[in-house]
């Protein structure tokens, strides 16, 4: 019986990123920044009795993006401030994910608003106290993301981890 091909030792390496993390603890500022959202989020059921409130779903997602959007600015403005503008180390062909979450959640409420769709969100004071505290954590956790722009023809091939 004649002998087959010798079994493979090691599969091939996938794809590496260009982006390797750095490991590393929270910052002062990212702890009061998550101090901050936990403080919202315990001093917005105190603003006063309870209402509702019912936006059309458009202008909601208009709403939240710009609270994702205008916490990152906020984050990158007191960055600035500290630490001034810093030359570049690496260029990368990259979207900051949680600008690109930001955009893209505009760009489908300000849709579905030209569309004309008048379908409302219902939110009381406490689910708009959770929904404000979940975009604010989101943008807290993808503020360190990019997403890595380039062409890969095969890209079905490409394992993600």
Known sequence: MPAGPPPPTAAPAPPVCPVQPTPQGWTRLELAELGLIAAGGAALPSVGA???WAPR????????????LGQGLLRDLVRLAREGRKEPTRV??????ETSL???????GVGLLCLG????????Q???TVSV?????????AKDYVLVLRK??????VRIG
């Open 50 to 52: 309870e209402w509702e």
């Open 57 to 68: 779903l458009g202008a909601a997602l208009g709403y939240a993006a710009a609270l994702v």
């Open 92 to 97: 990368l062909p990259c979207l900051c994910a």
């Open 102 to 108: 930001g955009l893209t959640t505009l760009g489908v």
């Open 117 to 124: 769709i008048e379908e409302t969100v219902r939110l009381t």
């Open 126 to 128: 406490v689910s708009l």
């Open 133 to 141: 505290g979940a975009l604010l954590l989101l943008g807290f956790l």
């Open 152 to 157: 890969e023809r095969d890209h079905g091939s």
